[in-house]
């Protein structure tokens, strides 16, 4: 099975979770994909030379994806790409604090998208372990990926990362 990793980042807390993905599943460097500086198309990169993607956003604002996803995202859904046959777990950064009424909602945002063109995800965590108002990323009573927070959490992070990074092993094998 092929990985690629693509990533929205600003503060590098998710490329923080990218990096720790790669070194963990083996994934080359040119597996990972800075989707500001090195994401071209969507489907030769997104559809044809992965079969798992792990999928990384901060989020911005009322929680929105961060503005290197936008464009990809919109192309998927008006393009009615299909991702049936790819494996899709999500990864990202929020703040809980000051932005806990959207608390790592992009992460919601990607899983409607893909899962929506018919990839299988894997990933979910429990929420309970965090402490915010509303997210787009809870679905079903768990979030739908890793969401770490760095400015309120940190020594929470390492721990996140590698339990997730377990439980993907376990669910992938």
């Known amino acids: 099975m092929k990985i690629g990793i693509f990533v929205g980042t600003a503060g590098g807390t998710s490329m923080k979770i990218a990096d720790a993905l790669a070194e963990a599943f083996e994934v080359e460097e040119d597996d990972v994909i800075n989707m ?20 990384g956003s901060s989020t911005w604002g009322q929680g929105d994806l961060h503005h290197s996803w936008v464009d990809p995202v919109l192309e998927i859904e008006d393009e009615d790409f299909d991702f049936s ?22 992460l919601g945002k990607l899983h409607k998208t893909f899962t929506g063109a018919g990839a299988k995800a894997v990933g979910a965590i429990s929420k309970d372990d965090y402490k915010y108002e509303f997210s ?18 940190s020594d929470k992070t390492d721990e996140r990362i590698e339990k997730w990074i377990g439980q993907l092993k376990t669910e992938l094998a």
């Open 85 to 106: 046959g790819k494996t899709v777990a999500f990864f990202g950064a929020g703040d809980c604090k000051k932005h806990g009424e959207h608390f790592c909602s992009a």
């Open 136 to 153: 787009l990323a809870e679905i079903d009573g768990q979030f739908c990926g890793l969401g770490i927070d760095e400015h309120n959490e």
């Open 36 to 55: 500001e500086e090195d994401f071209d198309d969507v489907e030769e990169q997104l559809l044809e030379e992965y079969d798992v993607l792990f999928l």
